[in-house]
């Protein structure tokens, strides 16, 4: 069965437009309750949200669909996405309940969902949800209505939690950290972090009107806290997006740090300090020179699709622990069940701090390859993989960059255009490659 609302994570989209209205969401509480009901008694949620002025609004249909199908819900208010999923496993509920579309605008947003022990539920699941859907509701009766209540201390619990992540003995003292929370979830418990942790911090992107979630902020806006760095000459600076799973770094130079080269500082940084790295799952888009670094360190890497959620699938099937994406989404298994921007800086913050070295310096010898990126509009009806031109080319330009570049050949989910990229160590010659391929596609 194929599903009709949810995507690769979760159900998002406009508010005010089918499925994000409150109507949707008050089947859709009561459709989640029911499947809950099949096997708990009297099952318990946490919803949390980030800071859109839409989640008021979804926040109450929600809760009004668990308790008409007889389901418990505490209501953490504005918490991070790793939040919601570490309370769920420590409270031992049986759901967790995100209302945030990430790092999209203000106008949109969305509903995901986490397991009792705190992990992303299977495709299996979700079908089973939206064939609830389609049934009548059965609502329960006074007697049986769910209840719901504040859950006051949320922020406190995951402040503690994240600071858990790292040991007692780390200190952030003398160090001065940028922290941009993105008007998002976070802004009320990352600065906490830092400065429990010993650091001076400076907030920026820390006072959500409702509307200005990732407006010029945040991860998918670090210009922001490159100038907020050089203005407080900080140490370091700290990106989260709207939802707080997403990370990007600054360091005092105003090098900007993407996820793939914060994944192999986690990776080096453990193995220096003699802990197993057995693996790393990266995507079809992690850059190359990071494969290649772990490869020198004798730690194999292995490319999931891209989406958070199916590096974690990979990183389940293998026992392994790291895994991320280029955006920022950071997974280490031993520290939490999901990427958590939060956790992952501290994983950064204390490589530095144990090595004594500045994070570039634990980026020597690893210089991202630069990517061409080419959109070729495809001919009605035309099949990309039985293009002869296409795959003899694309043969001969494997061949030619060898150990120096790679190339990526795949279709557009939405649109009728062919995505080429090719990446190299030498930019031309990468972008002399990408146009190859490209012409050999249209030809085809």
């Known amino acids: 069965m194929s599903r009709q609302y949810f995507g690769t994570d979760g159900i998002r989209g406009t508010v005010g437009q089918a499925p ?4 949707f969401m008050l089947r859709l509480g009561h459709a989640v309750g029911r499947v809950l009901r099949r096997s708990v008694a009297r099952p318990s949620v946490l919803i949390g949200k980030d800071t859109r002025i839409s989640g008021y609004m979804l926040e109450s249909s929600l809760e009004a669909g668990f308790a008409s199908a007889g389901v418990d819900v505490l209501l953490s208010g504005p918490l991070p996405t790793p939040g919601v999923a570490y309370l769920t496993r420590a409270l031992r509920l049986d759901l967790g309940v995100v209302i945030s579309a990430s790092h999209n605008p203000f106008a949109d947003n969305g509903v995901k969902f986490f397991s009792a022990r705190g992990e992303k539920l299977p495709d299996d699941w979700e079908i089973e949800v939206e064939a609830a859907l389609k049934d009548a509701p059965h609502w329960a009766d006074s007697a049986g209505l769910g209840k719901a209540r504040r859950l006051d201390d949320a922020g406190g619990r995951y402040i503690e939690f994240c600071k858990g992540t790292v040991p007692h003995s780390l200190s952030l003292r003398g160090m001065k950290i940028v922290v941009d929370g993105a008007h998002g979830a976070a802004y009320h418990v990352a600065p906490d972090v830092f400065h429990e942790l010993g650091a001076a911090v400076v907030s920026i992107g820390c006072s959500p009107d409702g509307m200005n979630i990732n407006a010029g902020v945040g991860a998918t806006a670090p210009a922001a806290l490159v100038r907020a760095v050089a203005e407080h000459q900080a140490d370091y600076g700290i990106a989260l997006d709207g939802d707080g799973d997403r990370l990007q770094m600054v360091d005092a130079q105003g090098r900007l740090f993407n996820g793939d080269e914060l994944l192999y500082v986690m990776a080096a940084d453990r193995l220096a300090n003699r802990q197993p790295v057995p693996g790393v799952v990266g995507t079809l888009m992690t850059n190359m020179a990071v494969e290649l670094a772990l490869r020198r360190l004798n730690v194999p890497m292995v490319r999931a699709k891209v989406g958070d959620r199916y590096v974690l699938e990979e990183l389940t099937a293998r026992g392994w622990q790291l895994g991320g994406e280029g955006s920022g989404h950071l997974l280490a298994l031993d520290r939490h069940t999901t990427g958590d921007g939060i956790v992952s800086a501290l994983q950064i913050v204390h490589a530095v701090r144990r090595s004594g070295r500045p994070l570039a310096t634990l980026l020597e010898g ?14 009605d009806g035309s099949d990309w993989k039985k293009n002869a031109f296409l795959n003899d080319e694309q043969q001969i330009v494997v061949k030619e960059l060898g150990d120096a570049g790679r190339v990526l050949i795949r279709a557009s989910g939405t649109e009728p255009v062919l995505r080429v990229m090719v990446e190299a160590r030498d930019a031309d010659f990468g972008r ?5 391929l490209a012409a050999a596609a249209v030809s085809g």
Not at 20 to 23: E, F, L, N, R
Not at 432 to 436: D, F
């Open 366 to 379: 690893v210089t991202l390859f630069p990517q061409t990126l080419l959109n070729v509009r495809l001919r």
């Open 20 to 23: 994000i209205t409150p109507d």
């Open 432 to 436: 002399r490659c990408a146009e190859r």
